[in-house]
């Protein structure tokens, strides 16, 4: 595997265990919504996350993660629409697509 692309993947799996770690073992969604700072963290590492992903779409589109375009679009939203930012819609992300992916990045980094 390139390296470029071992770096993009790192990069993605430091900013899931850096989400993972901001929001502890106690997942909950009322705190993460009171707390600015956290959001804010979550979105950076989103941000991230996303621009790891469309540069890998973008050269090596034959690695096929799993919601990569819902993860780019949420990237797309956090840096273009800061301003129109659905807490709802950013845990969903976390809960949903994050665990899957980080599955499939850490098959990935073990080839």
């Given at each position: ?34 707390n600015k700072m956290l959001r804010r963290a979550v979105e950076r ?49 976390i809960i949903r697509y994050l665990p899957v992916l980080k599955e499939e990045i850490k098959k990935l980094l073990n080839e």
């Amino acid at each position: 595997m390139d390296d470029h692309v071992k770096k993009y993947l790192f990069d993605i799996n430091e900013s899931i265990d850096s989400i993972e770690n901001y929001l502890g073992i106690k997942r909950d969604f009322n705190v993460y919504k009171k707390n600015k700072m956290l959001r804010r963290a979550v979105e950076r590492e989103l941000e991230i996350i996303g621009e790891a992903m469309n540069r890998i779409d973008k050269f090596w589109p034959d690695i096929n993660l799993s919601n990569k375009m819902q993860i780019i679009g949420m990237r797309n939203r956090v840096i273009h629409g800061y301003d129109k930012i659905d807490d709802e819609i950013v845990w969903g992300t976390i809960i949903r697509y994050l665990p899957v992916l980080k599955e499939e990045i850490k098959k990935l980094l073990n080839e």
